[in-house]
């Protein structure tokens, strides 16, 4: 209550002068009382946008049901398993009922990053000398639920993907804090005795020459092996085992059968394009290093990086194909999650500070001021006439049907000019100097700081 009076009284005492008209101080109490409002959006809502704003699409496309991730955080799973379907449903493959099995991705995607924390910790205890500082960081990384589309590949690849009848969802599947506080345990565990290993082999003065370092290699495998076992059993008993073959239109596939021939899904059909303020005249493919499922090098995080309006006319052209966009988005906009309305005006904030603007998209990005990210699909687009631009997309969420409009929200135009991030689309969209730039990436800390 203090919190709500001391504002208020705050923002009377700033009330000044506005385009020759003076705000009173009522006005600026009511207005900061709006922003304060707990049935509201923090901010001052525009009525304006909401009298226009209009439910309906003049070009939707065919998308499955409404996902719900609860308080799980692999958004990009929900949104990349919406994208594939959206496609397939489109195409006549699948019925509009048809589900993939979260948990099957999820439990590959977290076997796959364990293997790559395993194999940061032995190669840092390795060394001839031990980092002390290097080792506490990789033991100190996150094994964290969040992703990338690329991640989402490597799976797909190596694992194909399953309907959600044969690996059904879970308790974890929306909460899934306890399957990886359990695993992070373990690898704890395990870094404790790669340690002791690496201790029991070393010189007096700690260092590791090569026989010295051959014995300890020696000692790893069994560690590992260990290891991979009770972390492979944790998350058994979360997710479920992971099926070896999948009923599919009466016959019985295997994972990468079922993604191929029922889903019709090629991983290297996709691309991931992103527009960030990089300076660069043309498109420019950037490799992302230490961005993959495992730390693995083969498989390398590639951004075809172009701009702004070149990224929002690749977005209409997929739609207008009829085929659904998966976004990274930077959900520190204003939105609406009681309507779903995500529009650049709905909420501001502008008018209770003095002299206050908002951040350009590049302004945001170029100082690290984007909010966290996450997976929306685009499943249609409003356009009145054709002699005027989009006014709206569809999006598909997966924060189930009580979330934005029964799933759905409304991601205006000038919204995701701001707030668009990055996108997944078919390579077949791409012109012929994008795919080009593609076969040539490059490496650049200057974008990875960017991301």
């Known amino acids: 209550m203090w919190v709500r009076f001391l504002v208020s009284f705050l923002c ?73 379907t959206g496609n397939a449903l489109g195409a006549g493959r699948i019925t509009r009922r048809t589900k993939l099995s979260v948990n099957y991705t999820l439990f590959w995607y977290t076997l ?7 194999k940061d910790i032995a190669e840092v205890h390795g060394e001839n000398v031990l980092d002390d500082d290097e080792a506490h960081y990789v033991q100190g990384r996150k094994l964290e639920e969040g992703g990338q589309f690329f991640y989402y590949i490597t799976i797909a690849k ?96 295997t994972p990468h059968e079922y993604m191929a021939d029922v889903l019709g899904f090629d991983p290297d059909d996709y691309v991931s394009v992103s527009a960030y303020p990089t300076g660069d005249a043309d498109a ?16 390398q995080a590639i951004y075809l990086n172009v701009s702004t309006k070149r990224y929002m006319e690749l977005i209409n052209k997929a739609l207008v194909r009829g085929q659904p966009v998966l976004l990274g988005l930077d959900r520190s906009g204003p939105v609406d999650d009681e ?18 603007r908002r951040l350009t998209r590049d302004e945001r990005i170029i100082t690290g001021s984007q909010g966290s990210g996450h ?6 687009y409003d356009q009145p006439d054709d ?46 100097t994008e795919r080009a730039a593609l076969k040539a990436p490059v490496e650049s800390p200057a974008f990875n700081r960017l991301l």
């Open 339 to 356: 309507t779903g309305i995500m529009h650049h005006q709905h909420i501001d904030t502008a008018p209770l500070y003095r002299n206050s």
């Open 158 to 253: 190596r694992y194909g993907m399953v309907p959600e009848s044969a690996m059904p969802p879970t308790a974890a599947t929306d909460n899934s804090e306890i399957l990886f506080r359990d695993i992070k345990d373990e690898l704890a565990h395990f870094a404790m005795a790669v340690k002791a290993l690496r201790d029991s082999h070393a010189s007096p003065t700690g260092r590791l020459t090569p026989p010295r370092r051959a014995r300890y290699l020696a000692g790893l495998p069994a560690l590992s092996n260990r290891t991979i076992a009770k972390i492979y059993h944790i998350l058994e008993v979360h997710l479920g085992t992971p099926p070896t073959e999948a009923r599919a239109q009466g016959s019985r596939l």
């Open 375 to 380: 997976a929306m699909v685009l499943v249609g």
């Open 284 to 299: 420019r493919a950037y490799r992302v290093a230490n961005l993959s499922a495992d730390g693995s090098k083969e498989e």
């Open 12 to 84: 009377i005492l700033l009330v000044t002068q506005a385009d020759g008209a003076r705000t009173t101080s009522r006005d600026a109490a009511v207005s900061c009382q709006a922003a304060l409002s707990p049935s509201s959006p923090t901010g001052v809502a525009n009525q304006a946008v909401l009298d226009a704003h209009r439910r309906s699409y003049t070009h939707p496309l065919p998308y499955g049901p409404i996902l719900d991730q609860g308080d799980a955080g692999h958004c990009w799973i929900y949104g990349a398993h919406s994208l594939v």
């Open 387 to 432: 002699e005027h631009s989009i006014v709206k997309y569809k999006a598909q969420n997966s924060w189930g049907s009580d979330s934005g409009d029964w799933g759905i929200y409304h991601i205006y135009r000038e919204w995701l000019e701001i707030y668009g991030r990055d996108m997944v689309i078919h390579r077949s969209l791409l012109s012929r």
């Open 112 to 118: 796959e990053r364990v293997h790559g924390y395993m």
